[in-house]
């Protein structure tokens, strides 16, 4: 039997990532694809060259890391070249993830936080649990307008662009409500449920049903 492999996704702005940590405080491993991508795109790393040939040294910074306010605007404005940016990144991403998730011990919980879980039935069919971490789109904007570079129109552009609250809590088998909580509610109601699924009963095998 394998150990339960969850799927942590949610909006820009929902607290995702202090569920993360909470998660890793109760003893999962975790494997964060959003830092799998920054480290692509840092000097040196395996997505910089073909990003490079993609779009132009011009996305490319004086440091040799991807320009990431020049690479959001292009593909804002331009569907294509998201999904040209995406074909380039995800499979370097997906590579990284599994290497990662390798190295957890035999019995540990994986937990994959994936921001475009929703939108991948990639990944949504390598997890056997999936939570999400939900709050109203305008907490979303006056949390991320607070963030260096952010402006609180440029956050919502961005949360028009991703998936909808709906569609994220349909594929939820948990919704965590992070909205006007303390930490400390917040992190227990995020063990609580951890300590749900985390149990004998929830130890499933690979490609079973939840």
């Known amino acids: 039997m394998a150990a339960l492999r969850i799927g942590l996704t949610g909006g820009i702005g929902s607290g995702k990532s202090t569920v ?24 040196g790393g395996a997505g910089i060259a073909p ?27 331009d569907p294509a070249a998201r999904k040209r940016l995406e074909g380039i990144l995800h499979p370097l991403i997906g590579q990284q993830a599994a290497q990662e998730a390798a190295a957890a011990r035999a019995d540990q919980p994986v937990v994959f936080d994936v921001p475009l879980l929703t939108e991948s039935r990639h990944w949504r069919e390598r997890v056997q649990r999936i939570v999400v971490v939900d709050c109203s789109e305008a907490t979303q904007a006056s949390r991320v307008a607070t963030r260096p570079g952010w402006t609180l129109a440029s956050a919502q552009q961005v949360i028009a662009q991703q ?48």
């Open 163 to 210: 998936a909808t609250r709906a569609a994220r809590r349909a594929i939820a088998d948990a919704v965590i409500h992070n909205e006007g909580l303390t930490f400390s509610a917040l992190a227990e109601e995020v063990g609580g449920l951890y300590r749900l699924w985390v149990s004998p009963r929830a130890t499933v095998a690979p490609g079973a049903s939840p």
């Open 20 to 43: 993360a940590g909470v998660l890793i405080e109760c003893g999962a491993h975790l494997v964060d694809t959003d830092a799998i991508a920054r480290s692509l795109t840092l000097p």
């Open 51 to 77: 990003v490079a040939a993609a779009f132009g040294g011009d996305v490319i910074g004086a440091d040799g890391s991807l320009d990431r306010e020049r690479m959001r605007a292009i593909v804002f404005a």
